[in-house]
């Protein structure tokens, strides 16, 4: 069964952490590139981070210096640890496989992070 369950979002003050993890189907993360994904009320989903299956890291530059993505092969999980959060951070926050989303459109129901000021 294709399935992707992100979890760990919450409310927390500016300055703040959060661990997100995402617990992926094997059809979805087996050997691909896994990425967390955000999307703020009246704007479109973008991509903060991106982890290719051999542990290599990219960040889009709003979360550079803040966000860690990992993955733990052995569980099909993904992992966001986000620190020095700011309100600008809100948003719904998604994990997925770059080329799967594009090929298939499948999204898992997100997890809401809320920084307060």
């Known amino acids: 069964q294709v399935q992707l369950v992100e979890s760990g979002g919450g409310l927390v003050q500016a300055g703040g952490s959060l661990r997100l993890s995402c617990a992926a189907s094997?059809?979805?993360?087996?050997?691909?590139?896994m990425g967390w994904y955000r999307q703020a009320p009246g704007k479109q989903r973008e991509l903060v981070a991106t982890i290719f299956s051999g542990g290599i890291t990219n960040y889009a530059n709003s979360v550079t210096g803040r966000f860690t993505i990992s993955r733990d092969n052995a569980k099909n999980t993904v992992y966001l640890q986000m620190n020095s959060l700011k309100p600008d951070d809100t948003a719904v926050y998604y994990c997925n496989a770059p080329n799967y989303a594009a090929k298939y459109g499948y999204w898992g129901q997100g997890t809401q992070v809320t920084v307060s000021s």
């Open positions: 094997g059809s979805i993360f087996l050997g691909n590139t």
